[in-house]
């Protein structure tokens, strides 16, 4: 067997072209057109060409972007100043903060003080919960961007065995908790899993997402499984590689998804959906923010 490959590229453009006719009704309809905020924290040089990518995809489907840059050295306050600032700023429908920030910051209190309306990255606490009790207004966007790549394809996850590997606030964990509201039944591995094949021989869909080139090998996939593969490792020869051994669980399995090309554009593509949802959220008639859905909700009772 010979895995079909699973074409982030070309799912991850139809996506944008969809955004951008979704930007151009807004605009049409006499909407604020589409914000997005992204505040970057020192010079890391992988996180300069992620910031310079999502703005410009922004740009390409007509979502107005600002970027604010600080010395790895500013304050928390400051930053988080900013964020006040933007979370009353109309112009201004998703705000995200670029990973990782530099450690001295006390990540959650940063991102928890993005609100819960402008939250496109889906990393504030009453977007984590919605995951797990269905509703989230942002899925994060990586996870999401699997779900879309798998319904592309017309794989459905209702019953079916899924493992993913890794367990991070960022992927794993918001991957595996939907696709349990989709019906599936997940397990989660970790570093500290013993016998990782033991769990993913088993795997009708592998997702992985560990940072760890080769860690998937053949032995450990089940012949016509479904390989996600969300790494990204550079290798010392400057390869840009996933998790999988994709040369040998290529022809083990029944679709995968190459890296480069697989799941890294679903990512941006899915933040651009996210932002554009924000904004026909804030600017619907009956729109009452989060936060004071929940103060009222307590008022009532
Ligand atoms: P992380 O370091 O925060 O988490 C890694 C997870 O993998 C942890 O739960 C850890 O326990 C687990 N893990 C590590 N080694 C393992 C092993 N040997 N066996 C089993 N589990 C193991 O990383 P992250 O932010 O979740 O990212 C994971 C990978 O996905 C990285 O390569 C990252 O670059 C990539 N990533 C890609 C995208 C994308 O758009 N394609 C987005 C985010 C992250």
Redesign the pocket.
Known sequence: MTAKLIDGVAVAQKIRDECRERVQRIIAQGGTPPGLAVIIVGSDPASQIYVRNKIRACANVGIKSFRFDYPADVSQDTVIDQIMQLNDDPAVHGILVQLPLPPTFDMSRILHSISADKDVDGFHLYNVGGLVVGGTVFPPC?PY?VLKLLEHEHITLEGKNVVV????N???KPMALMLMQHEATVCI?????RD?AQFTILADILVV????PN?IQPEMVRTGAVVID????RLSDGQLVG?VNFAGVVAKASYITPVPGG??P??VSMLLVNTITSCERWQQQNFVPIVKKFSSARAAT
């Open positions: 990586t961007g590997v890794g367990a991070s960022i992927v794993g591995c970790h570093a500290k899993t990782l997402a560990a940072g760890y860690l969300v790494g990204i490792n998790d799941v890294g679903m990512t």
